[in-house]
């Protein structure tokens, strides 16, 4: 049986292979979407246990515009019933521009921030520790 079902918001498909053979190596079950747009519609089919999202996809802040919808404090929100889903943004963003972003509640509200390309086992420490809050 399955730990829990992890979301893959990216749309670089190799990246989400070697994510997805990752957790489902750790007994988790994997969906992926491959745009925001798709990850938003994906979370509501899906309900997952945890959300790893990529930062530039369809737009360089594709990402932050889904972490932001995804935790929005309107309760009229669409997504106001997911909005405590551990949200993981995994990104390469910090090879591509000087700044430097990490969590932070208001303009990154995401759980935690891994560059690419990531330690398989540091992916799975965060995911399990973020699961067992």
């Known amino acids: 049986m399955a730990k829990g079902k992890i979301l893959i918001i990216d749309d670089d498909p190799d990246i989400a292979l070697a994510t997805r053979l990752c957790l489902e190596q750790a007994d988790y079950e994997v969906v992926e979407a491959r745009s925001s747009t798709e990850g938003l519609a994906k979370v509501k089919a899906e309900n997952p246990s945890l959300i790893i999202l990529d930062v530039m996809m369809e737009s360089t ?22 909005s ?11 090879q591509t521009t000087p700044l430097r972003f990490g969590p932070e509640e208001d303009y990154l509200p995401v759980d935690d921030f891994i560059d690419k390309p990531v330690d398989p086992d540091v992916l799975i420490r965060k995911v ?6």
């Open 61 to 82: 802040t594709a990402g932050f515009q889904t972490a932001l919808a995804l935790r929005s404090r309107d309760p009229n929100s669409a997504y106001a019933a997911y």
């Open 84 to 94: 405590q889903i551990p949200i993981i943004m995994l990104t390469s963003i910090h």
């Open 128 to 133: 399990e520790g973020l699961l067992a809050r």
